[in-house]
């Protein structure tokens, strides 16, 4: 087992200015997987649903390589439900309605070959559930990713501080850097956020791109302007996913590979806006991610000559 990420896996009804998904597949597990199977051959996920969802998609998932002896079905309960709509500028966005369901039931049992896994991607949910999964390891991963959300530094920032702790990286939006640290400025709070024990953060910035912070360097990388975002659920998780999967293929953890990581996971997000849902990251194939990245590459890419005083 190449990876395991635990997380949500759930159904969401999304409106955005261009349209209603009325009951499309979510959920943070669901869109990492996806996202880190282009890169890996093997790989778990650990969650919960009901018997209501779908085995078409279930079915998808293994043949992208994705193993779900980790995925409990509790039959007679429904999967974990949210709906939200966006507003015309699609970075902000009301939650209408959360439904837990299932996810109240979670209790993550890792099967025996998860837990030798040299990678893990503690996707966003209780810290409580995040450190389960880690005690359950034989052995220190070789990298520990993790995902987070303004809700858990409201109601648990104690256990969360204690799971940060034990992670090697943290990513978070800009919003939850500043709430985390107590700083406004983003290079403070970096500070503070690695001296809680992470080697690297990295802040998702949505459309304006992703900071990386570590080892006393920056890197910032830019969102690919696109021409049709329609919906932007799922995201982040997607960046998580295909940042997680690169860094598993390439087994490389120096600052720089990173950089190359947010590259990717940034491409790999950008075909999650393209469609409602896990629609378009479901399809892409490996020749879209290498032209979306030389997109990348090439809106960076520049010379300049200094000024001579």
């Not at 799971?163 to 970096?190: M, Y």
Request: glycine share 8%; with cysteine.
């Amino acid at each position: 087992m190449q990876l395991i990420t635990v997380g949500t896996v759930a159904f969401d009804r999304i409106e955005t200015p261009f349209g209603v998904a009325e009951k499309t597949v979510g959920g943070a597990a669901t869109y990492i997987s996806l996202a880190a199977s282009v890169f890996l051959d093997k790989m778990g996920l650990v969650s919960v649903v009901g018997d209501d969802f779908p085995e078409p998609v279930m079915q998808q998932l293994r043949d992208r390589g994705v193993d779900l002896g980790g995925l409990e079905v509790l039959k007679g309960k429904e999967s974990f439900f949210w709906a939200g709509r966006y507003h015309y500028d699609m970075n902000s966005r009301d939650t209408l309605e959360t439904r837990l369901n299932v996810l109240l039931e979670l209790d993550p049992k890792l099967p025996e070959a998860y837990r030798k896994a040299p990678y893990v991607m503690l996707g966003n949910l209780d810290p409580t559930v995040q450190g389960k999964v880690l005690d359950q390891m034989e052995q220190r991963p070789a990298l520990v990713a993790m995902d987070t959300m303004n809700f858990w530094m409201d109601s648990a920032l104690e256990k969360l501080k204690e799971v940060i702790a034990r992670v090697d990286i943290l990513t978070i939006n800009d919003a939850e850097a500043r709430q985390l640290s107590g700083e406004h400025s983003l290079v403070k709070a970096a500070g503070k956020i690695l001296a809680m024990g992470p080697k690297y953060l990295v802040v998702k910035k949505g459309e304006h791109g992703a900071l990386l912070f570590g080892q006393g360097r920056v890197f910032f990388a830019p969102a690919l302007p696109l021409e049709d975002v329609i919906d932007p659920t799922g995201a982040g998780d997607t960046f998580a996913g295909g940042f997680i999967g690169y860094l598993a293929r390439t087994q490389d953890h120096s600052f720089d590979n990173l950089k190359r990581a947010i590259i990717v996971g940034s491409a790999m997000a950008s075909f999650t806006c393209e469609k409602f849902g896990i629609e378009r990251l479901a399809e892409v194939s490996r020749e879209d991610i290498d032209q979306r990245i030389q997109q990348f590459v090439e809106l960076v890419d520049f010379d300049i000559e200094l000024v001579e005083s």
